[in-house]
């Protein structure tokens, strides 16, 4: 089969499309041949180093598709169930082997590609309104890089929630799809502060919540957009990781709170995905949320789908097509 690998951290070219193995599975796992996998930031941190993993690695953490093969003590799954996945690693290939305890089944109103789009950055929605900071009717909520994959599902759902959402974005095209998701203002942060606007939409109230995934380029702003008591969720770091903080700082400017959350902490254990994966999928079939793939590359083309999204070029999801 083919996959793509890294045996060194860096650029787009040190990922290799190659012949490899299809893997065996051991009892408890199950082999799901890949119709897309979903392209994630992680997945560039990962291949930099920025998060280090152990080499050779086949990258790739989310995917969807069917169950090829079941291992002896696997009794949820059975050969041509449509499944995806999230947070096991080797889903940019043709085969994977996930345990069963990480594979979902697709319901018939989810697609096999809404279901690789949905199943890494919906759950990433999901805790995030929900559970890291539960947004409550008539917040005010900025989302940064608002047109991204994980942006233009958060802007939907937090209008869900009642909330009064400003999202940043690049360009003039990125504002225009934050707005049929749904968002109420977009600030275009390239070309206006976006601390002054938020504070002047917001009457100079400011915030309750921030969702920041930018990191080095917006932290220092994005906290001083929030009302005293508000929320700082730094979940990623799309221009680079923030290393430098004061937590007096916090103090200071209105007794704040700061998380750095990860997704695979709010789906550790069966119960937790089952019920994130599960509320996703029922936004969509009750059409409260709609996944934007708005770009699809041959698994063979991936140097050129990560440069596309390093380079701010993508909007909504990116799919691999093994
Ligand atoms: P996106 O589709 O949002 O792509 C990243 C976007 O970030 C770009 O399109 C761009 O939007 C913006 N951006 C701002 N500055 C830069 C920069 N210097 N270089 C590149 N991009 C920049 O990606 P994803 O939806 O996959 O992920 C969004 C973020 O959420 C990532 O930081 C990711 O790590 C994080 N994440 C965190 C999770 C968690 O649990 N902690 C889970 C899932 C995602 P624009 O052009 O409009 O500025």
Redesign the pocket.
Known sequence: MKAVRITEFGAPEVMSYEETEIPSCEATEVLVKIEASG????DT?QRTGLYPVELPYTLGLEGAGTVEQVGEQVTDFSKGDRVAFCGVPGSYAEYTKVPEGRLVSLPDEVTTKEGAALM??GM?VH?LTQSTYPIQRGDRCLI????????LLLIQIAKLMGAYVIG????EE?AVLAKEAGADEVIL??QTDFEKETKRLTDGKGVNVVYD???K??FEKSINCLSPLGYMVL??????PVTEFNPADLAQKGSLFLTR????H?IADRESLEKRAGDVFRWVKEKNLKVRIEHLFPLAEVQEAHRS????K???K?LLIP
């Open positions: 392209i994630n930031y992680i941190y890494l950055q990433t805790y940064q890089a608002a047109a991204g994959g994980v942006g940043t974005v690049s360009t990125k942060y390239t995934s930018v990191g380029a917006t979940f990623g770091n799309a221009s680079g959350p990860s997704l695979f709010y999204l390093e380079g701010r993508t909007t909504g990116v």
